[in-house]
């Protein structure tokens, strides 16, 4: 059995993604490193060539060599027994189409399969199975309504219904905010949601190789300027990100439970990342991230470290669930 990272992707992520697989690689420097490029083609890459890669949430990553097709590439992970480390985000690495192709060649990966990952891409759908279990989600607001649930709430949000790392985040406060929602709808499709006051939290699931599967501790999001958009992710230093979250045990309780509740529902496997806004009526339920970031910079591995988890010891027993899923 060969552990290989693979990382980059065909879509905006692909710059998370990179910083995802220095951090991956730092704590399996034996595995073997794939880039998957925006053309579709596969690339062996050095540690060298990936560590020194400097500012990868805004500087695309570029291969040295000419690389193969990713089908290719997956039919040489087979053909080799590698397990796939997936430091991937977005696009057709979190929606299950990366996932089907391998499990439909019987390769080993880690992270949830093809029908979860595709329901949870989807804001809504992962909305309406959240809520299916017990969960409070925020009321979808039809483009077409966009203006009477403005006077309605005064506030409203919006966001691409299949993308990650806050891309395409609208804050709708005025009027001119309407028309960004209706020129972004144009090009792909849009959530709308009435705005949520209240604290961002976020909270990690983890399902380990003996069977046991609980939520990691919340995490406090306190964004620098407002929003807590890419910029205020990847790039500003001044984005507070406390964990354990400063928030009443009962509280904490809460968004734990409904992490798992989101987690079970939509039949994640190996680790997922709920988001939530705690308002005064307590959690109210995002979105599932089947594939969360791994950087360095990330909130994933800050709640394993404050669970008292190191990051080796997580990435083995992922790769662990991961073959022993195939071999089932």
Request: proline share 4%; aromatic share 8%; glycine share 8%.
């Amino acid at each position: 059995m060969r552990v290989t990272i693979l990382f980059g992707g065909t879509n905006k992520e692909r710059l998370v993604s990179v910083a995802s697989a220095q951090a991956l690689h730092r704590a399996l420097p034996e595995a073997d490193l794939w880039f998957w490029d925006f053309d579709d083609t596969v690339h062996e890459v050095t540690s060298e060539k990936l560590l020194n890669h400097a500012r990868p949430f805004e500087v695309d990553f570029k291969p040295d060599d000419r690389g193969i097709g990713i089908d290719q590439a997956l039919d040489k992970a087979k053909g080799e027994d590698r397990v796939l480390v997936l430091g991937l985000h977005g696009g057709r690495a979190e929606n299950g189409e990366l996932q089907a192709m391998c499990e439909m060649r019987g390769i080993s990966f880690t992270g949830s399969g093809s029908a979860s990952s595709h329901l949870a891409f989807d804001k809504v759908s992962a909305k309406r199975f959240a809520a299916i279990a017990g969960v409070n989600a925020p009321q979808d607001i039809a483009l077409e309504q966009i203006d009477v649930a403005f006077a309605e709430h005064g506030r409203l949000i919006a966001k691409p219904v299949k993308d990650g790392s806050s891309y395409g985040l609208i804050f709708v406060n005025a009027e001119q905010d309407l028309v960004a929602v209706r020129n972004a709808a144009r090009s792909e499709e849009y959530l709308i949601e009435p705005f949520v006051s209240g604290v961002e939290a976020t909270c990690g699931v983890l399902e380990q190789s003996d069977g046991t599967v609980f939520a990691l501790p919340p995490i406090e999001i306190v964004p620098a300027e407002g929003g807590f958009d890419y910029t205020a992710k990847y790039l500003l230093k001044s984005t507070q990100e406390i964990c354990p979250g400063r928030f009443v045990p009962e509280v904490s309780a809460a968004i734990m439970d409904d992490a798992l509740r989101a987690h079970r529902a939509l039949s994640c496997s190996g680790y997922s990342r709920s988001d939530f806004i705690v308002s005064a009526g307590g959690p109210v339920y995002l979105e599932t991230n089947t594939l969360p970031g791994l950087t360095a910079a990330s909130l994933y591995p800050k709640a394993l470290k404050a669970q008292g988890i190191a990051f080796v010891d997580f990435l083995r027993d992922q790769v662990e669930i991961a073959r022993r899923r195939t071999q089932r």
